[in-house]
Each structure stands twice: as structure tokens, then as C-alpha cells.
């Protein structure tokens, strides 16, 4: 699903956020990437999504060589891709429901088919009943609740999540963690970057630890 | 849930389909567009009114031209034409010539200026009466002043007529005496390169003040269209309600300059009027015709769509990946 070989990216400042990177995800994994701030993680995820691009090096995502997607192509690109973010990135002017059918909107879906899905969606995240409501009127696990929503409603391929528990108690973590565990069930491949080691160990998942740009080690989930 | 999706295979497949997602685009940008002009009326009208008012500056003067330029035509029409007569040529043999050429169906009617009614003119007019009194003799020639019949006079027949008189033997020389309305005209044809020239410049400010607004408006929304497209929005899809906005900025504009235009016209339809009266004229102040108001609103909405284009496309182009 996703392959790095050999991938740097250098800033225009001249940090160099990942060097000689060589990674591999398959189809239908989670995988978490861990590390501290700065190792590397959200430039990971950024190049993936194609809100960057490396320096050097080969990225291959669902079979598409990303130097080779432009112009219009890109957003064809993420139309397979869910995003999640730390600070959720909801926009507060809009309800729930059009900020879960945001990715189904911008792709062209007719209303009756964003409907059925925003729908099918929330109640999967069980927010149902707050589809009227205005985020900031949403405690924060809510808000990250319909971030998910928003990240799975057009049956992405590729779900990324950047810290997606990182503002939250450990409870709601786990319970998100457990959201993402069953889109992955159902063929989702699932990438997470999160510090919350301990959390992470319990779900027994591939783990990638990156430091100063560079794979450290891979880990492969502990059979119990 | 079908993962092996092919990436970018939205809704869209069949043509028809495709279509049909074009169309409900347009129509959400259309109405996402006016959802953003009504949220702000106030700010919306004033910059409305401002691109009015700069369309009206160009507008107006182009209209005040053009209606000198029909009044001096219509002047043109009515000339005279002075005959010189050769100064062998004596009164008697110029008041026969003044009869002879009555008979002709071009012209409506002749008057015959003597040279001494020329002289005594000249002497009373000029103040040089004393510097006049030297000279042995009058050096003036006796002049035949026709009015030609306007309803029988195409351009072609006056220098026809010109031409005939010019080489009748007793004539010295045949002048359309309307060299003020040439110059005159001249002096609007100055003044229509003057008006291209603000128009250029009044479309450059329309198009700073469309692409100013736009890009208030897109500093705004930066968040939302950052998340578009994260979600895989096309530039495009972006595009389209600024574009809509510009749009309907430019239109908006075009319409207060025409109103701005009628109200003009309405204010000085009177005193026009009454100077027509005096001059015996049935001259009227003409307002834009219908091709000129059609041309104000491409031009506005041509320039409003232009500015909003520019606008984005700079921020889109600056979120592509690097």
C-alpha cells in the first residue's frame, strides 16, 4: 500500500526532517508511527498525502508513484485518503452533518447518496442525534468523534491520523483506538502517529519508531 | 466497504453523470456564493457601489461625447458653402450668377455679400477701419454665401456641389465653411482616445478592487479550503464561488453605473432642453443605447469574473505541493 524507498526531505531551511527513509506498509495493515517531536512523523504523513513532496527518493501510494500525480490528479489522489487530525480541524460555521459530508460534497456525490453515508457515518461513531449541532458546541471527544466521521465517510482506502488522541483522556483514546481497529477490520489500511507508546503496545500493531528522520526500528505486534 | 476502489473514481463515470455533477457544482457554488454575499450585505454593497461608481466615470464621459458628436454632426449637415467670386467679377454680374444658381434644386438659398458690405463688415469688425481707408481699392471679392437644401444633400452631392461651383468661370473658389465643427470634432476625436485610455484605467482599478475583496474573502476562508482540499477538492471546486462572487460583483457594479448614467441624463435632460429651445434645435440628450448597456455589463461582470480569477488562482497555486 505504501512504499518509501530511500526517501529524504530536506525544508528550504536546510533541516533535513527525513533521511534515506525505506519503509513498507501493506494492504489492510495498521501500522503505528511512533517517535519523539521532530523525529519525522507528520512529514511522514504529509508526504503520503501530497501536501508536500520529498527531496529525494521514491514514494509509492496505492500503486500511484506520487512524483508522477499533479495538478488535478493530486485531488483525485486524496479523494482515497482519511485524514485526521489533533485539533480535529473542524470548521466551526458548519454543522456536524456538513462537516462530515465535506469529503463526499467536494468529490460530487448526489445529496441522497451524502446523505445516506454522512448518516451511516455518524451513527457509527454514535453522534446520530448531534448531526444539527455546531462543533464548538461539541465536547472535545465529540469533536474528535466526528473528525473520524469525516476521515472514513467516503470509504477512504488509506486512513492517516496525525496524534489523533493527543487532547484526549485515555478512555476516549482507547475508545478512538477501537474505532480505528474496527475500519481497519473492514480493509481499511490504517496509519496512526501517536507518542502514546502505551497505549499503543496494548493493541499489539506493527509499530515504525522514527528518529531524526530515520527508521529506528520496526517492531512487529507481540503475540499474546 | 469496497477498498480496491480505483483512486479517483468519484460518483462520476458515465457522461450523463458527469454532467449532471457539473451542473449541481455550478448550482452549489452559485448558492454558496450568494450565501456569502448575504452574509455580509453592508461591506458587499459598498464594494458593489465603488465598482459602480468607477464603471460610471468612463461610462459618463463616453455618453457626454457621444452626444456632442451628434450635435455637431447634425450642425455639419447644416452648412454653408461661401463662393468667392474672382474680383473681375462686379455686383451685377454676381447678382445674375446669384440668380442663375437659385434654379438649382441642391440649394435652398443664395445670399450675395457685396465687397463693400464685406469691407464695411471688416472695417467696423476689425478696428483696423483707418489702416483700411489707405488702400485705393477694395481687395475684398464679392462673396455668395448658399445654404444648401439639407434633405437633398447626401455627403456626395455637397462636394459635387462644391466641385460644380468651384469651376464655374466667375468663381475664385468654393469653401464648406464648417472648418469649427472640424475642428470641433477633432478635438471629441482627442477626447474619445481619452476616454479609451480611462476605461483602460478604470478596468485596472475594477480589477485591483474585485481582486482585493477576493482576497480578504479568501484569507477568511483559508481553513475551509485548505480541508477541501485535504478531502481531494479540485481547483476548480474552489474556484467557483469566488468566481460566482466576482461575477455578481462585476454585474452588480454595471448596474449601479447604469443607474448612476440614467440618473445623469435624467438631471440634465432639462437644462439641455432649454438650450436646444434657444437654439432652435430639436436636439435631445441621448442615454446608452441597447448594445452600450449590454456592452457595460460584459465589460463590468467580464472584469469582476477576471479579478476573482486572478485572485484565487495566485492562492491556489500557492497551496500546490512543493
Request: net charge positive; proline share 3%; hydrophobic share 45%.
Amino acid at each position: 500500500m505504501i512504499q518509501f524507498t530511500d526517501v529524504y526531505k530536506r525544508y528550504a531551511s536546510g533541516k533535513d526532517a527525513l533521511k534515506k527513509l525505506n519503509l513498507f506498509v501493506e494492504q489492510g495493515a495498521m501500522v503505528f508511527i511512533t517517535g519523539r517531536s521532530g523525529a519525522g512523523k507528520t512529514t511522514l504523513l504529509r508526504l503520503i498525502a501530497l501536501i508536500e513532496r520529498q527531496t529525494r527518493g521514491q514514494i509509492i501510494v496505492n500503486s500511484q508513484n506520487l512524483e508522477r500525480v499533479k495538478g488535478n490528479r493530486i485531488s483525485l489522489f486524496r479523494r482515497n485518503l482519511g485524514f485526521m487530525f489533533q485539533d480535529h480541524r473542524l470548521l466551526n460555521d458548519r454543522t456536524v452533518f456538513d462537516n462530515v459530508a465535506l469529503p463526499m460534497v467536494v468529490a460530487g456525490y448526489s445529496y441522497q447518496e451524502i446523505r445516506k453515508r454522512v448518516h451511516a457515518s455518524l451513527d457509527k461513531v454514535g453522534l446520530l442525534s448531534l448531526e444539527k449541532s455546531y462543533p464548538l458546541a461539541l465536547s472535545g471527544g465529540e469533536q474528535q468523534r466526528v473528525g473520524i466521521a469525516r476521515a472514513v465517510v467516503h470509504r477512504p482506502a488509506l486512513l492517516l491520523a496525525d496524534e489523533p488522541t493527543g487532547n484526549l483522556d485515555p478512555a476516549l483514546s482507547w475508545e478512538s483506538m477501537k474505532l480505528f481497529e474496527q475500519f481497519n477490520q473492514v480493509g481499511v489500511t490504517v496509519l496512526i502517529a501517536s507518542h502514546d507508546l502505551e497505549m499503543i503496545r496494548r493493541l499489539r500493531k506493527p509499530i515504525i519508531t522514527l528518529k531524526a528522520g530515520q527508521l529506528l526500528t520496526k517492531n512487529l505486534p507481540v503475540e499474546p | 466497504m469496497n477498498v480496491k476502489r480505483k483512486p479517483g473514481t468519484g460518483p462520476n463515470n458515465s457522461l450523463g453523470r458527469k454532467f449532471q455533477v457539473w451542473i449541481a457544482q455550478h448550482a452549489r457554488a452559485m448558492l454558496v456564493s450568494t450565501g456569502q454575499l448575504s452574509k455580509n450585505p453592508i461591506g458587499n454593497i459598498f464594494s458593489i457601489a465603488v465598482i459602480g461608481i468607477t464603471l460610471a466615470l468612463p461610462a459618463g464621459l463616453h455618453l457626454i461625447i457621444n452626444n456632442a458628436t451628434q450635435i455637431l454632426e447634425n450642425w455639419e449637415g447644416n452648412v454653408q458653402v461661401a463662393i468667392y467670386l474672382k474680383p473681375h467679377v462686379d455686383e451685377a454680374q454676381a447678382r445674375q450668377l446669384s440668380q442663375n444658381l437659385q434654379a438649382d434644386s441642391v440649394i435652398e438659398n443664395i445670399t450675395l455679400i457685396t465687397k463693400e458690405q464685406a469691407l464695411n463688415e471688416y472695417k467696423t469688425l476689425s478696428g483696423f477701419a483707418e489702416a483700411l481707408e489707405a488702400l485705393e481699392e477694395n481687395p475684398l471679392p464679392n462673396v455668395l454665401i448658399i445654404r444648401p437644401n439639407i434633405n437633398s444633400l447626401s455627403s456626395v452631392a455637397g462636394s459635387e456641389l462644391i466641385h460644380r461651383l468651384s469651376n464655374m468661370e466667375e468663381v475664385e473658389s468654393a469653401q464648406l465653411d464648417h472648418q469649427w465643427v472640424n475642428r470641433l470634432i477633432a478635438i471629441l476625436d482627442i477626447l474619445k482616445r481619452g476616454v479609451i485610455i480611462l476605461t483602460t484605467l478604470f478596468s485596472i482599478a475594477v480589477l485591483l478592487i474585485v481582486g482585493n475583496t477576493m482576497r480578504l474573502s479568501i484569507f477568511n476562508k483559508r481553513t475551509e479550503i485548505e480541508i477541501d482540499k485535504l478531502f481531494g477538492a479540485t481547483n476548480s471546486f474552489i474556484q467557483r464561488p469566488f468566481l460566482y462572487t466576482g461575477l455578481i460583483y462585476g454585474a452588480g457594479g454595471s448596474l449601479v453605473a447604469w443607474c448612476l448614467l440614467l440618473l445623469l441624463t435624467f438631471i440634465i435632460q432639462d437644462p439641455v432642453n432649454q438650450l436646444s429651445i434657444l437654439y432652435g434645435s430639436d436636439f435631445a440628450i441621448n442615454g446608452l443605447n441597447a448594445k452600450e448597456v449590454f456592452a457595460l455589463f460584459g465589460i463590468g461582470s467580464g472584469l469582476g469574473l477576471l479579478g476573482s480569477w486572478i485572485a484565487v488562482g495566485r492562492h491556489l497555486s500557492a497551496t500546490e505541493p512543493t
